[in-house]
């Protein structure tokens, strides 16, 4: 079977229009796939502390906390390019997670802090915002609007 010139130079133009597509999703999913790692990397070092500190029941090391302890000092280790720049970035990226966990952490200290020195009474659980008559109201008002659905 024999094609003619026209129809081979179609062919090939649309072989390199399907080589060039498939070259950009080839670099996109690189970029995914590098973000993914990185952000894994990040949450599993937090969580690697944070069972860390669960089993050993320890907050500290050499009187500094935990997650500050390790998440600084990977970060510190990526910042100075231990490992190469292949593997630095992971140390970076291992380096947030036990930093992030810290982070928050204090930031619940502190909001506690606040909250104890402001004088206000604690937070009430979610079950005791409303008094009891208005819970029975809310309850009645549902089983209601479950009976009119039921009705349909």
Known sequence: MLISQAAYDRINAEADRAKAALARVKEASTEVVAEAVSTSETLGAAA?????????????VFGVPIELASGGALLLLGA????????????VAAGKGPLASWAATFGESFGRNMKAKSGSPAPKA????????????????RQNIENAAASL
């Open 126 to 141: 979610a079950g005791e915002l409303i008094g009891a008559d208005e819970y029975a109201r809310a309850q009645a008002w």
């Open 48 to 60: 690697l502390v944070g069972a860390l500190k669960g089993y050993t029941g320890k907050n500290e």
């Open 80 to 91: 100075l390019g231990v490992g190469g720049s292949s593997y630095a970035p992971h140390l």
